[in-house]
């Protein structure tokens, strides 16, 4: 086989099929699963992709993006992310997992060996296999409870065909942000093995609490060894309009570029404006969404808090909580099942984010603060009929 058997269909999509079966049949569910905003897109955002389709771009655009995009997704990333980018080091994407499997293709070659942290988002791994299914990935688990490196693992697996290491903060599924210590290790270790790093940071614009989001490529020193990808899915509820990006070093660009011009061509030109509103419009929705979020998080803080078989590293940016339901006795399939069934409650089986994760859940906090309450009681409630049965 060229593909190994984990290129299965991811379970947050399983369980998104199965609530839309539900709520077909009539049923009322509470979904605290799926990971994107609850909100509808910015209007002035949808508009603008209306009126690029009125104005008639609908046709080949330029493989890389639009210039003014491009120039903008540039500037942002200099003032947001305190990387020194460029137009011309910009690749615009038919959404981020693109932009990281790209970035794969062009940086893997047969034999390599990558370095890879769990729990991570479902796709890491079979995008690694996709894009050079030769490649040889560790999966490094974070430590547990805290999330943080566990360095001297990493440094007993880097050799000479490591390549690459891929990174995600605000990390999905654990809420958490990178720690400057954290990141002055992988720096170093990039830097000293001259490794890159792919650096997923979707959800860059959702802090939660005082803690700065760290960008790799910011660090001078190992600029010219990161692979930057973001998009617009989180942070302006684009999910569905599938664009993304990716800055790189221009040699790695240039190959992502000549790979994206032959498997997609360019991005939907009108998509790409929607992107220049989003970031030239109104930021107000973002503001509100963090808001939304932080009060969610001090909601299922309280709820933990009294509760002693759950419990959950606080949450720092982006929009997932990581709960321990290892003293429930229940796998986190078995768990997110009967939660489903009983109560209508969706939530994400932490096996979903690693083999070793077997004993925790994801939850959503991006929803409604009425859901998120209603969500919270029904978990507890099904959580202490579950400790009442025979082995509970």
């Known amino acids: 086989m060229i593909l190994d058997e984990s290129l299965t269909e991811p379970r947050t999509l399983q369980f998104g099929r199965r609530v839309r079966e539900m709520k077909a049949a009539g049923r009322e569910m509470i979904s605290l699963g799926l990971g994107e905003p609850d909100f509808d897109t910015p209007e002035h955002v949808k508009e603008a992709a209306v009126e690029a389709l009125r104005a008639g771009l609908t046709r080949y655009s330029e493989a890389a993006g639009l210039p003014e995009l491009r120039e903008l997704i540039a500037r942002k990333l200099r003032s947001d992310n305190g990387i020194e980018a460029e137009p011309d080091e910009i690749l615009i994407t038919p959404g981020a997992k693109n932009a990281l499997f790209l970035a794969c293709c062009a940086l893997l070659r047969p034999g390599d060996e990558a370095i890879n942290f769990t729990p991570c988002y479902v796709s890491n791994h079979p995008i690694l296999k996709l894009a050079e299914p030769q490649v040889v990935v560790h999966h490094v688990r974070l430590t547990p409870g805290e999330f943080r490196v566990d360095r001297d693992r990493v440094r007993s697996l880097v050799n000479e065909r490591t390549k690459l290491i891929f990174i995600s903060y605000p990390n999905n599924p654990t809420g958490k942000m990178l720690d400057r210590d954290d990141s002055e290790f992988i720096r170093g270790l990039a830097r000293e093995h001259s490794l890159h790093l792919l650096s997923d940071e979707i959800y860059d614009l959702l802090p939660l609490t005082g803690k700065p989001h760290i960008s790799p490529a910011a660090s001078a020193d190992i600029r010219e060894q990161v692979v930057t990808v973001n998009g617009f899915s989180k942070a302006y509820a684009m999910t569905g309009w599938r664009i993304g990006y990716a800055h790189a070093p221009r040699p790695v660009l240039t190959l992502m570029t000549r790979i994206h011009e032959h498997l997609n ?21 973002l503001k509100e969404f963090i808001a939304r979020l932080k009060r969610n998080a001090g909601r299922l803080e309280a709820f933990l808090a009294g509760r002693p078989r759950l419990r959950s590293a606080p949450v720092e940016g982006g929009f997932f909580a990581f709960v321990d339901i290892s003293a429930t006795g229940l796998a986190s399939d078995h768990f997110c099942t009967r939660l489903l069934e009983e109560t209508g409650v969706v939530i994400i089986p932490g096996i979903a984010f690693g083999d070793d994760f077997d004993g925790w859940v994801r939850v959503s906090l991006a929803v409604s603060e009425e859901a998120f309450v209603t969500g919270l009681s029904r978990i507890g409630q099904f959580v202490e009929r579950a400790g009442k049965e025979p082995g509970g």
Request: aromatic content about 4%; overall charge positive; charged content about 5%.
């Open 265 to 285: 061509t360019n991005t939907a030109a009108f998509v790409q404006k929607a992107a220049v509103a989003a970031l030239t419009g109104p930021q107000g929705h």
